[in-house]
């Protein structure tokens, strides 16, 4: 039993006398793509009351913003409906 408690008493002592050795993480920042950030202009328009809560409605459904919705409807449109040179041209 002596031999036990003066074990435990040079292991305390130890514990006491050495600090804990902790692991160092080293932390390194992930490599990401670069976000191509496009220019954003304000683009304001007055629409049906009716066609604004199908709308809303719409965003409600497929999780999406107003914003995201009216970029797809205004790309599915012009896509459909004006040639690639032509918007360009008239972007110019």
């Known amino acids: 039993m002596e031999n036990y408690k003066n074990k435990l008493g040079s292991l305390a002592d130890k514990l ?5 050795k902790t692991p160092i993480q080293e932390v ?24 604004l809560k199908r709308v809303k409605a719409y965003g409600v459904e497929y999780d999406l913003s107003l914003k995201h919705i009216n970029i797809q409807a205004l790309e599915l449109y012009l896509s459909h409906k004006a040639k690639p040179e032509q918007t360009i041209k008239n972007a110019l």
Request: positive net charge; aromatic residues 6%; without cysteine.
């Open 28 to 51: 390194q920042p992930v490599k990401a793509l670069a976000d191509v950030k496009v220019a954003e202009v304000q683009f304001n328009n007055w629409i049906p009351k009716s066609l």
């Open 16 to 20: 006491k006398q050495e600090r804990p």
